[in-house]
């Protein structure tokens, strides 16, 4: 069946002018209405927003594509809409929506708008079919463009012959996932999916981001695929990748070095993976993998920290409002924060959230070091960790332990006699893991990693001033400085685990170096236009936004083209915010949510003051070291 059998003329728009995305969706629900074949209109238009809710179906350039599948459709059916002006679809590359086809499919098991959605991206891929789709000046020219391109595309498949599959398009599948899974992840799939793009070759990128797993790859593409490159930051499954070639990298590189990773697909010189459990050494370079487990059992934390931060700050938001603190005796001052019964209840949830912290920190990362056996003895020594006096430092060794442990066991497991393998998991990888872990915890861990989280804490409380304030420099700065990356990431690890010791003012210097850069980036494109390009000052207001919510990631493109001018002045600007904030004695309970989360932040008003202050810095420095550009400011 050809697309042009399932297009209704009545179906068709030429001139469509919606003012919005949800516009433009209900008016191709109702051209596809006319075909005669939806039985229930708001069962329909119901199903094609909730797939859009789960993901923009703006596939880029200008291209739409959304679809219902439900028992509202009585046979498979299209719509199209050409809209002259464009419309904003949350597209992949931000640019308006002029060609939209929606898809009706019925409820059945062969999922035949899949393979109708295939057709037709194949065809849109063709930049210069799309074009003349747009400037098509009836519906008979409309259908009979898409015919011939049909056509072409079925001639070029018979004439294809064995011999040229050099001519054939190379196929590279994906993988992009980062520990907060918000903004490289997606940052990653973009500029993986415009190398390709520029290089010729068919990619398909799977994100595994905080709304979970998207474009999950099957068994057929992993099959047919002529390199995967897996940019991520945490564990990622592997093992159906066994057999193929397989280019590990972090998820930076998927952003930052997209056109490299895909010339050495291209190029066909990367290893071919053979599993991290064989006797072979496992894929990717060692202190990636190291970095890798560290991540994942961050990303996991994280939920808790920020759910219990958040309700024990508010906590004592609730008795900073309902008590008189400084007339209560220092007894009853001592239990700020649990004096009301309400204000109580809440912190004891807190509490509980944070106390699962260090557990869930090293349970998973032994458990991305070891997998399934790794997950309990990892828990239990994070509970050790976290009962005793090592604390964070304490947890990140048992998570590391336990997951080294527990893969040498699985190793001495697949040597020895089949009951045993089988009697494993179930019996000897608990009972050995869980007992030989707390022993090692007991007698090798707690005691030094104890000592030494105990006489760091006493050192960062012992500080005066003028070292706290150098201290809000350091790990503000350090946040500015490759955004994102290994210096970002152990900064915000010391700040994370400062929340865990009680000491809250680290974590508020943190955030504030966060949040810096974009909004530097950002005012400084409105200060200074003249010094950015067009598309820089179109793309700058979007960083306020970034930057407010804590991405430091918007920034990385200025960084990524003018390092040296703005690198130094973020730093200084995040420097700056960090060492007011310090000044102030702000602290933060929160590790993420930027100027949402500053309400339950002690002096919220001059933490707010910290901000703009290095922001105005940053921006202003920024303007200075950036030389103006030619082009011409409109």
């Known amino acids: 069946m050809r697309i042009t059998d399932l297009l209704d003329k009545k179906s068709i728009s030429l001139t469509a002018a919606p003012d919005s995305k949800q516009e433009a969706l209900d008016e191709a629900i109702e051209l596809i209405i006319k075909s005669g074949k939806i039985r229930d209109r708001e069962a329909y238009r119901a199903q094609v927003y909730h797939r859009e809710e789960e993901g923009s179906t703006g596939i880029g350039r200008g291209l739409a594509v959304p679809h219902g599948k439900c028992d509202a459709v009585v046979e498979l059916a299209l719509a199209a809409m050409v809209i002259p002006q464009g419309v904003e679809f949350d597209a992949l590359d931000q640019k308006p929506v002029q060609l939209l086809f929606l898809i009706a499919a019925p409820d059945t098991k062969e999922n035949i708008h899949l393979k109708l959605l295939s057709r ?101 593409e992993i099959q047919e695929a002529d390199g995967i490159i897996v940019a991520a930051d945490i564990k990622v499954p592997m093992e159906r990748f066994i ?21 050495q697909i291209l190029e066909g010189e990367i290893p071919v993976f053979e599993g991290e459990d064989t006797a072979g050494k496992p894929t990717g370079k060692a202190w990636h993998r190291v970095y890798m487990h560290l991540m994942n059992g961050i990303s996991h934390m994280l939920p808790f920290v920020v759910g219990g931060g958040l309700l024990v700050a508010l906590a004592f938001m609730i008795d900073s409002f309902c008590v008189d603190v400084p007339a209560l005796s220092e007894e009853v001052r001592a239990k700020f924060g649990s004096i009301t019964p309400f204000a109580a209840g809440i912190k004891g949830i807190g509490d509980a959230a944070l106390g699962l912290m260090l557990p869930v920190l090293a349970g998973y990362i032994a458990f991305s070091i070891a997998d399934r056996p790794g997950l309990a003895p ?48 179930v019996l000897l990888y608990p009972f050995g893991g869980i007992l030989m872990m707390g022993l090692l915890m007991k007698l090798l861990v707690e005691p030094p990693v104890g000592a030494i989280n105990i006489a760091l804490h006493a050192a960062l409380n012992g500080m005066g001033d003028s070292s706290k304030i150098l201290l809000g420099i350091i790990v503000a700065s350090m946040m500015a400085t490759d955004m994102g990356g290994p210096c970002n990431k152990a900064a915000y690890v010391f700040g994370t685990a400062s929340i865990a010791a009680g000491d809250y003012d680290i974590m508020a210097a943190v955030m504030l170096g966060g949040m810096v850069s974009p909004c530097a980036i950002a005012l400084s494109t409105i200060l200074f236009p003249a010094n950015f390009t067009k598309d820089e000052r179109k793309s700058a207001p ?25 690198i130094p002045a973020c730093m200084a600007g995040a420097g700056v915010s960090g060492a007011l904030s310090m000044m102030f004695g702000c602290t933060m309970m929160a590790p993420n949510g930027g100027i949402f989360v500053f309400p339950v932040a002690e002096h919220s008003m001059l933490y707010f003051v910290a901000l703009t202050a290095g922001t105005i810095v940053g921006a202003v420095l920024l303007g200075i070291l950036k030389k103006p550009v030619r082009e011409s400011v409109e």
Do not use: W
């Not at 991206?121 to 391109?149: G, H, N, V």
């Open 120 to 220: 037709l991206s194949a065809l849109l891929m063709d930049k210069a079919f799309a074009e003349q789709l747009k400037k098509a000046s009836d519906t008979e020219e409309f259908l009979r463009l898409i015919d011939e391109a049909e056509e072409r595309n079925q001639s070029r498949k018979k004439a294809a012959k064995p011999m040229q599959i050099q001519e054939k398009k190379k196929k590279i599948l994906a993988v992009t996932s980062c520990p907060t899974g918000i903004a490289h992840t997606y940052m990653a799939e973009e500029g993986l999916e415009k190398a390709a793009e520029g290089k010729h070759c068919m990619i398909k990128v799977e994100t595994r981001g905080a709304e979970g797993t998207k474009n999950l790859l099957t068994k057929e």
């Open 243 to 263: 057999g193929k070639k397989v280019l590990i990298c972090q998820v930076s590189d998927g952003i930052s070095k997209a056109e490299q990773l895909i010339d």
């Open 378 to 425: 990892g828990f239990v020594g994070g509970v050790i960790a976290s009962y005793g006096k090592s604390g964070f430092m304490g947890a990140l060794a048992a998570g590391f332990l336990a997951g080294y442990l527990m893969r040498a066991a699985k190793r001495l497991t697949v040597r020895s006699i089949p009951v045993l393998q089988r009697i494993a998991p």
């Open 542 to 566: 979007m960083n306020f936004i970034m930057g407010l919510s804590f991405v430091t990631e918007g920034a990385i493109p200025f960084a990524a083209a003018h390092p040296f001018q703005v």
